[in-house]
């Protein structure tokens, strides 16, 4: 099966063998096209390969030699026990990518950005982060052998900048004042510096590992859910989902598509902004150091966020904003579920909670959330969540008799 490489806005077609970034004619979004030919999908559920390697088939060519995995993808797609009957919906999913070898969903996308990095021969990368793309980066460079620099933005917290430090990434901690001085950088670095870039959307191999959801969903429930929830900030995941589903429509295995729910902080819902407008681009919009979700934190959408808007309209999805109070929430019904989020993971469930009150999601609907990263990636979060400190007792009958009765246990 033949790959290349099409530019979004002048529909140049580029080889995939080479370390294109953006379009070198107009400096736009470069996605992944493929020759499908005779191209049959039992050769995928035939596949004895673990995790997100069982889809290889549909990515662009790599040598077995220059596969980097840690195990990414495969994760559970967990039915919910007390949030569907707290909502009256019985179907309601939560795909885990918690459990994912760096802790959270960028695994899938590294994995395979890494591999094609070595298979045409990127002899540097570099990414920017609000810290769980840059320590997955780092984990995935570090075992291909891939010098990397990573540039952290300032309000990332420190764990996540020593998770990074510790998988031997270059770090500098970025500093800026609107986003759009972030894009501006980058792209100039691949027009002035030639540097190979590894950036959702500006590295266009990326989300092509995010398909794998739209796959293993499939293949768990037999069908396309009626609606996904992602919690969004450059919006990689969502739009993987969705060209993984078109995917699935054009191999006849299901008849529509999910309705793409893209969710973000309140205080930075630029895609909520534009969709309330019917948009079909997005403008900059509050505030990232305002809210708790540093993960998907963002003022204003990369290249205006067209490729969100358009799944999220072509669905007949929706874009939602969630305050940190519906995020905290939302943490506390994913940890009664047995799932320890952080704030920009339960941003997905927030979204839903949201739906179905609103009447976007109805009861009989199934939907999917997308658990995108760990709780242990904000630490200080969990320890406000937690208040007060824990009961003392010393090591005898009679301490523990008296703790359990004032728990009443």
Known sequence: MEAYLKCDICGKELSVKEPWNLCPQCGGLLEVNYEWGHFHPEKVRKSTRKGIWKYRECFPEIREENIVTLGEGGTPLVKSVHLSRKLGVEH??????????????????????????????????????????????????ARGGLPSVILVEYIANSAKVSAIRLYGGNVAILHYRKFGEIEKMLEESVQKLGAYQFVNFINPIRHEAMKTYAYEIYEELGKAPDAMFHPVGTGGGLWGAYKGFRELARFGKVSRLPRMFCVQPDATAHFREAVRNRSGQASAYGDCRNTIAQSIASDSPLKKGERILSAVYETDGDALGVTDEEIVDAMRELAKEGIGAEPSSAAAVAGLIQAVKSGKLRSDETAVCIVTGSALKQPGVLERMAGQDPPKLYADVNSLRILLEQLKL
């Not at 950005?113 to 984990?139: D, H, L, M, P, W």
């Open 92 to 141: 309601i999913y939560f795909k885990n990518d918690t459990l994912m070898p760096t802790g959270s969903f960028k695994d899938r996308g590294f994995s395979l950005a890494v591999s094609y990095a070595k298979e045409i021969g990127v002899k540097r990368g570099i990414t920017y982060s609000s810290g769980n793309a840059g320590a997955s980066f780092a984990a995935y460079a």
